[in-house]
């Protein structure tokens, strides 16, 4: 018989595929004897059985929650309903498998009703139940029945006013009648508070299981990679009080600083206050330490508790307790989200210090954070004639300059505009998480460290800076202001997530150099992996910024981005628009000048690593004007009649230009053009080995479909180099010629182009066009709403379709090696930076993945990951 509940005692950490990360660590920190509130978890396939079925709660779930409360109420000896003066009261809180903070629900205080509530104020005073059961109504219906938290806000702030008193002031009769003024916004949206406990704990249980799929909860996961078909597991918990006096409080403590990895406490408190007022942001709290003075033995065994369980779970935590009156209570704890840099710092210590070793180092570092690594900072001497403005706390690094937008949706909107912008709010709320995602860094004027904004912006690498008490916001006139200063939306601001100082206008940005901490990690890394990383790179400046990476090499310089500079582009439409032999030439000639200065330069770049050059690959006309008077300016340059260069332009558009005249196909036309770049590739080869440098070249020959193509251009070719090797009186150097995979018929008869290939390069972008018969420039205008249907889980240009384009790469590969075991074979396209897609290269056993510069340290950490979670 399945079992759908849980109490705390019967789980531990091992079980959170079935009780969420929540529910399995409440139940670890049961096992180790730690003081916490007893309760029960229902699990996740609970949850996906409700949300296929809702029936399911009736039918099964409902009893067996029952027979959990009476189980509970023996543990804790009080009623969870009924008028027995011992109030049983709980929380129900979500819980997945993986930390989700903020995106789905949470309910306190169930149990509450207008008879419990005079018991339990009779037990404490007035004011404190009474609290708790406002909270409760409110919760309850944002939660349950989705009627907005805000009119809530309102009916407090009005009911104040009216009578000329805080609700801390207020006699028996008039919290009664703020009750009812609560109760009557429920009636006025068609519904009614439940009376009886268990009718609120039904609906709240079915309400965490429906927020699984709200829509903040699933744009969260669809940035973190989350699968939507997890569930949540719900925790219902006995409730102990941080509100019940000023010896009572709650708060939020790391066990390290996650946002820069210092190994001491780092955390908040509230006095008199419970759980949500600390991360809503709606409270300033005060530091951690100072609870070391005003209750030291609190203070003392909360430190030894953090020790415990950072040692039990041998990494930093991210722990919630309540103190009731004196006394101390573990509510969760969970690894802590953290920046980029307090991850790696965190990792380097715990090796250091023994907890962990290299390879579970390796592991702990996400690679897609580090980019956050290389995250860039404003420039000193701009940043010292910079207008300050304010200074909140430094809750996520970073250094980023945009317009402000006061609103979530703004930010998305100006966003789609093509702007960068800073979100700037009071505080944010889970409801703020597409807004996030697409904001340049993000400012609160409350909230601490650890509120909402500043969890979320550190677990997606955002600038962020939190607790501007100074700045006045008013989010309904779009206006920030700061004593005399008054900044409107689309004024633009520049936010130093490192200090939390804030600037007006914008300040230039530059990049971290020679992170010590990422070189020591990514050399574990090297030493791990099978996979060799490359990098895309055709300028000097990205193959400097490439080798500074760590690219062992360079699996794709594309050729046709040195044709744009002004000079070039003119002699590469004089060699198109050619009328004559001579004209040919005198083009080719001086593209061969270029060309040879481009690779002496790029051969010297890369020194002894290997470069594959691709020979050209577009259609000539996407190197010719459109625009008329462009026309008329390059027909004077080239002495020719305007009228002619329009019909010879028109005469070379094609229909369908990524399956036109292109590729191989335009070296089998014109074969001029890849001699005159093979021979810009070995004159300087040549020069350089009569230097003493030894250079491999590896030429690749793009878009072949059939192997006579590969054998016609191979040949031609070949016979041009041997020219080349007599006429400079060079004794002949190793050098390679393959080709780019990217077709489905390439694919499928490799065996046949692994006779004449040296190596095979797949180009993922085309074959994915190829396969699906999407284009690459237009899925955008289609993918959302594919991604909401769940048509497609992924955007297949960003992450490798194992399934269709995957399979093809595996025949291909399969097919390759039956004639050439050993050829090496790399990946060059989008996602041979992606990290969820190298796991799988390295299963289907290609050599090395490239990837442009800036994804290069990620891809160095994804394909060591590769290599440990394939032995495990």
Known sequence: MTKWIYSFEEGSANDKDLLGGKGANLAEMSRLGLPVPPGFTITTQSCINYLDNPDFFDSTLKEDTLKAVTNLEKKTEKTFSGENP???????????????????????????NDQRTQLLAKQTNLDFAYNCYRRLLQMFADVVYGIDKGLFDDCLAQF?????????????????????????????????????????????????????????????????????????????????????????????????????????????????????????????????????????????????????????????????????????????????????????????????QGLINKEEALLRISPASISQLIHPVFQESALAKAPFIVQGLPASPGAATGEIVFTADRAKE?????????????????????????????????????????????????????????????EENKILSCGPLVLTEGDIISVDGYSGRIYSGEIPTTLVEHNQDLQRLLSWADEVAILKVRANAETIKDLQTAMKFGAQGVGLARTEHMFFGQERILEMRRLILADTEEETREALNRLLEFQEKDFYQMFQAVQDKPMIVRLLDPPMHEFLPKDFQEIEILATKLKKSPEKLVDCIESLQENNPMLGHRGCRLGITKPEIYKMQTEAIFRSAIKLHQQGQEIKPEIMVPLIADQKELEFIKNYLVQHIDQLFKQYDQEPFPYEIGTMIELPRACLTADKLAEEANFFSFGTNDLTQMTYGFSRDDIGKFIGQYKELEILPFDPFQMVDK??????????IRKARQVKPNIPIGICGEVGGDPSSISFFQKIQVTYVSCSPYRIPAARLAVAQATIQARS
């Open 803 to 812: 399934e269709g384009v995957g399979e093809l790469m595996k025949i291909a």
């Open 160 to 352: 104040e006013q009216m009578q000329a008193k805080t609700v801390h002031n207020l006699d028996l009769y008039e919290h009664q009648e703020l009750i009812n003024q609560y109760k009557d916004l429920y009636s006025k949206h068609g519904y009614q508070f439940p009376e009886e406990p268990n009718q609120q704990l039904y609906g709240a249980i079915q309400a965490v299981f429906k927020s699984w799929n709200n829509h903040r909860a699933r744009i969260y996961r669809e940035l973190h990679q989350i699968p939507h078909d997890l569930g949540t597991a719900v925790n219902v918990q006995s409730m102990v009080f941080g509100n019940s006096d000023q010896t009572s409080g709650t708060g939020v403590c790391f066990t390290r600083n996650p946002a820069n990895g210092e190994p001491k406490l780092f955390g908040e408190f509230l006095l008199n206050a419970q759980g949500e007022d600390v991360v809503a942001g709606i409270r300033t709290p005060e530091p951690i330490a100072s609870l070391k003075i005003s209750q030291p033995e609190v203070y003392k065994s909360f430190r030894d508790y953090a020790t415990i369980l950072e040692n039990h779970y041998k990494d930093m935590q991210d722990i919630e307790f309540t103190i009731e009156k004196g006394k101390l209570y573990i509510l969760q704890t969970r690894n802590g989200k953290r920046t980029a840099k307090a991850a790696l710092k965190i990792a380097l210590d715990m090796v250091d």
């Open 86 to 112: 011992n109030l049983l009261l709980v929380s129900v809180r979500s819980g997945a498998k993986f930390s989700m903070p903020g995106m789905m629900d949470t309910i306190l205080n169930l149990g509450l």
């Open 414 to 474: 100006a966003h789609q505009e093509g702007k960068k912008v800073i979100l700037v709010r009071q505080e944010t709320s889970p409801e703020d998480i597409e807004g996030m995602i697409v904001s340049q860094a993000i400012v609160t004027s409350q909230g601490g460290m650890t509120s909402h904004a500043a969890v979320v912006a550190r677990g997606m690498g955002t600038c962020c800076v939190a607790g501007c008490g100074e700045l006045n916001i008013s």
